[in-house]
């Protein structure tokens, strides 16, 4: 399965940036889906999922209230509205399929990675 994101690029603190995933698998909209990041020097870690029908998602601490997730009901394409952007959201955020149909934040459970795209947050 091969995943595109398109969306990054330089933003301003406290601004907004959309992040869109789209997969070249229509299957994939039978699985969750996810994002992840990866900010210099540090571990990658969980943003937000969601389930194969939008119904359910999940959100990291650290960006709860300001991210959106979102997913049209069989889509294999998902969308991150990022809000109330700060310094500390910079990084590569990466999209990923999971293996199964339910939303989850661990890592080992996503099947698939697309390549990652940069976002940077201006102070």
């Known amino acids: 399965v091969r995943l595109v994101e398109s969306g990054g690029g330089l933003v301003q603190a406290g601004g907004s940036l959309r992040l869109s995933c789209t997969t070249s698998?229509?299957?994939?909209?039978?699985?969750?889906m996810g994002w992840f990041r990866q900010a210099p020097g540090k571990e990658r870690e969980f943003v937000s999922s969601?389930?194969?029908?939008?119904?359910?998602?999940l959100y990291g601490d650290s960006v709860r209230g300001r991210f959106t997730i979102s997913r049209n009901r069989g889509a294999s394409a998902i969308d991150l509205q990022m809000n109330s952007l700060e310094s500390e959201d910079k990084g590569v955020y990466y999209c990923?399929?999971?293996?199964?149909?339910?939303?989850?934040?661990?890592?080992?459970?996503?099947?698939?990675w697309g390549q990652g795209i940069q976002v940077t947050v201006s102070s």
């Open positions: 990923a399929v999971a293996r199964s149909s339910i939303a989850t934040r661990s890592e080992t459970n996503y099947v698939s």
């Open positions: 698998d229509r299957t994939s909209s039978n699985n969750a």
């Open positions: 969601v389930s194969w029908n939008g119904g359910n998602k």
